[in-house]
C-alpha cells in the first residue's frame, strides 16, 4: 500500500529565503506525482506535475524533482514571499486512473 | 483549464439530517470522480470512486450507506452524508480528470460541513 510522507510538518522562513519541501513515498512504482498548494478552509491548486518519466518540473519560482528509484520528491520555492504561505501538499498516483494519495502536507508560514 | 464545480462550499446541519454535495465538470467529461475527506490538520483520505452509470467503490471502512454517491451523467457526482453526526463534521472534496487535457487531476473548491 503506498504511503506517502512529507517533512517538515511545519516551517517558517523569512521572506525572500529560498526553502525545499521534501516528499517520499514507498511504492516507487508509480504514474506521476503531483503538488498543490491548500489555503486553510480552501480546495486544492494544483502547483506541478511530474510524470514518472520526467526528474523535474519548473513553474515561475517553484521547481519540483523526482527520483522515483529513491521514492523521493522536492519542492524548491525561490525567494519566497508571505503570499507563499499555505499547506503545500504532495500526492502520487501508481496508475493511470487510479486516485492520488495525499502526504499530510508542510505548514508553510512566510514571515515579512 | 478543466474546472469542477463543487457546492456547496459550507453548510451546517442538525445531526440526524441528510446533506447533499454536488461536483460538476464543467468543461469535461467525468467518466470517474474520487470522493476525499479531510478532518484538520490531517492529510486528504479517499472515501469513494465514482463511476458514471455504475455503483461506487468505497475504501475500506466508509460506509457506503451512509455516504450515498450517485453519478447519474458524465458531469455530475453527487455524495449525500445521510443522519449526519458530529462526528462527520469535516472538509469533503472531489476530483476528477480531463483526459483530453493532460494527466493532473482538478480538484472542487470543497465542502465544509458542521453537523450540530
Known amino acids: 500500500k503506498q504511503e506517502v510522507t512529507q517533512i517538515p510538518a511545519a516551517l517558517s522562513v523569512p521572506e525572500g529565503e529560498n526553502l525545499v519541501l521534501n516528499c517520499s513515498f514507498t511504492?516507487?512504482?508509480?504514474?506521476?506525482l503531483q503538488w498543490f498548494r491548500q489555503d486553510p478552509g480552501k480546495g486544492l491548486t494544483s502547483l506541478l506535475l511530474i510524470q514518472s518519466s520526467q526528474r523535474e518540473q519548473t513553474s515561475g519560482r517553484l521547481n519540483a524533482s523526482l527520483d522515483k528509484s529513491s521514492g523521493r520528491s522536492t519542492l524548491y520555492i525561490a525567494a519566497s514571499q508571505p503570499g507563499d504561505s499555505a499547506t503545500y501538499l504532495c500526492a502520487v498516483r501508481n496508475s493511470g486512473n487510479t486516485p492520488l494519495v495525499f502526504g499530510k502536507g508542510t505548514r508553510l508560514s512566510v514571515i515579512a | 483549464g478543466a474546472v469542477v464545480s463543487q457546492h456547496p462550499s459550507r453548510v451546517i446541519c442538525k445531526s440526524g439530517t441528510s446533506v447533499k454535495i454536488e461536483c460538476r465538470s464543467l468543461d469535461f467529461q467525468a467518466t470517474t470522480m474520487f470522493w476525499y475527506r479531510q478532518f484538520p490538520k490531517q492529510s486528504l483520505m479517499l472515501m469513494a470512486t465514482s463511476n458514471e452509470g455504475s455503483k461506487a467503490t468505497y475504501e475500506q471502512g466508509v460506509e457506503k450507506d451512509k455516504f450515498l454517491i450517485n453519478h447519474a451523467s458524465l458531469t455530475l457526482s453527487t455524495l449525500t452524508v445521510t443522519s449526519a453526526h458530529p462526528e462527520d463534521s469535516s472538509f469533503y472534496i472531489c476530483?476528477?480528470?480531463?483526459?483530453?487535457?493532460?494527466?493532473?487531476?482538478?480538484f472542487g473548491s470543497g465542502t465544509r460541513l458542521t453537523v450540530v
Open positions: 511504492d516507487s512504482a508509480i504514474y506521476n
Open positions: 476530483s476528477a480528470r480531463d483526459r483530453d487535457r493532460g494527466y493532473g487531476y482538478t
